[in-house]
């Protein structure tokens, strides 16, 4: 009996080193970046719903929740291909979960890219800033 308990024992020990080494998300529970130069994070959309704070997103800019959820929103309806909230954008006080940035991914059809990057660019020039050439737009409220 005591050769079976090891046995049933190492397989549960190995099951859990095959989950922990194939988890796809970061120490913090964030889905890790798949490619090099994407952007590590929640979904956005996911993230804010789930969220429980009054104002998770840049409050200064949005102020409530669903304020900043239309945001993402409205960039998903113009093309956008993933919107992620960065892992290292997020705050966690105890109290509330909170977060001042988010990653637009752009899309390759160029006038999905154009109405997309139209939004960012709003959004950059709000906080005196120039959009950079590329395949995503960082968007940081201060």
Sequence with gaps: MGRAVVIVLGCVLGLGLL?????????????A????????????????????SESALASNRFGPTDE?????????????????????????D??????????VELPSNPDKRSRVLAICERELRRQGLDP?????VYLWWD
């Design 132 to 136: 950079d050439d590329g395949d995503q």
């Design 19 to 31: 989950f922990y080494e194939n988890d796809s998300t970061s120490p913090g529970g964030a889905p």
């Design 94 to 103: 105890g109290v509330e979960r909170y977060a001042d940035a988010l990653v």
């Design 68 to 92: 900043a959820l239309r945001f993402v929103n409205e960039l998903y309806r113009a093309g956008a291909t993933r919107v992620v909230v960065p892992s290292d954008a997020i705050s966690d």
């Design 33 to 52: 970046a798949s490619e090099p130069g994407r952007a590590a994070g929640p979904e956005a959309r996911r993230w804010l719903k789930g969220n429980e």
